[in-house]
């Protein structure tokens, strides 16, 4: 396989699955096209995104949460770091989380959601986008199921009321000399299940080859860039990698534009048990896998180390 796949998920997920598997085994990276997010919803959603950050910083900053980890509401710049960076990022965010009814047995796991009253529409408008994502998020997990040979429906009860964020980020426009080229978000990997990432059509995001080269993604418009992360990575003892990836800076006019995008980090239950897939495990070396570990530990583990606990 010489490439990043690129495979529509309208198709039977029997014809995609093998094609989608080996390209997360290969690069821990795939772009899904046909995903069934309406563009009209994206559209809202990137224009109530850009209206929150242009809010004057005081505005913003009243929907941080102090001791919150981040996990809800407003980060503003300067806060989060890669693991083992030494500066931070070039970006602010929000977030938005799962809500769950009064009295789940899952909602200590889980924020409270804070929205901007500043901004019309949205909480309804990022709502609709959350159970979307969720649901694209699904039917790619089922045609990895598929791949591992695995029940298609195995992962549903895994991610059911799962930790999930959605992520709406802003980076500045850069505007000295040294823009084109400049690191954006440093070299990191994702901590979740998997990520699916609406706005890569601008150019920037590169991963780490297995031969230690940085590599492009091409995304077409409209497309999700979805990508493999930490959990998955060690259900699978390493089979499907969570690749380390970054957002540089293009060259020419792009590079002294704002960037905006979007990741759905979709997360296992916080009581599911990270335990290497039998069929996963090395017949000759079938002691040599991770030890099982629950999702919110290991998440938690994963926030002190990038500064967000």
Request: one cysteine or more; aromatic letters at 10%.
């Amino acid at each position: 396989m010489s490439d990043i796949a690129s495979v529509s998920l309208a198709q039977p997920l029997e014809t995609i699955a093998q094609e989608l598997g080996k390209s997360f085994e290969e690069y821990g990276f795939a772009v899904i096209r046909d995903h069934g997010i309406p563009q009209d919803l994206i559209d809202r959603a990137e224009s109530l995104s850009r209206e929150f950050f242009a809010l004057p910083e005081d505005a913003k900053k009243a929907y941080k949460i102090e001791g919150g980890g981040g996990a809800r509401g407003y980060t503003p710049f300067g806060i989060e770091k890669a693991k083992d960076a030494e500066v931070f990022d070039l970006k602010e965010f929000w977030h938005v989380g799962r809500e769950l009814p009064e009295g789940h047995d899952l909602q200590k796991y889980m924020q409270p959601n804070v929205w901007p009253s500043e901004v019309e529409g949205f909480r309804a408008t990022f709502s609709a986008l959350y159970s979307a994502f969720e649901q694209a998020g699904g039917r790619v997990l089922e045609a990895i199921a598929l791949h591992l040979d695995l029940p298609r429906e195995w992962f549903a009860a895994t991610v059911e009321d799962g930790n999930s964020v959605m992520r709406l980020l802003h980076y500045p426009p850069l505007t000295d000399s040294r823009a084109e080229g400049a690191i954006r978000a440093a070299a990191h990997g994702d901590i979740n299940t998997i990520t699916l990432l609406l706005g890569a059509e601008e150019a920037g995001l590169e991963l780490l080859t297995a031969a230690g080269e940085w590599k492009a993604i091409e995304v077409p418009e409209g497309a999700l860039v979805v990508n493999i992360g930490d959990m998955l990575d060690r259900l699978t003892n390493g089979k499907l990698r969570s690749t380390t990836h970054r957002v540089v800076n293009p060259v020419g006019e792009a590079a002294y534009r704002a960037r905006y995008s979007m990741p759905f980090f979709l997360h296992f239950r916080p009581d599911f048990t990270i335990e290497t897939l039998e069929s996963c495990l090395d017949p000759n070396r079938p002691g040599e896998h991770p030890a099982p570990i629950s999702s919110h530990e290991f998440l938690q583990q994963r926030l002190r180390e990038i500064n967000l606990v």
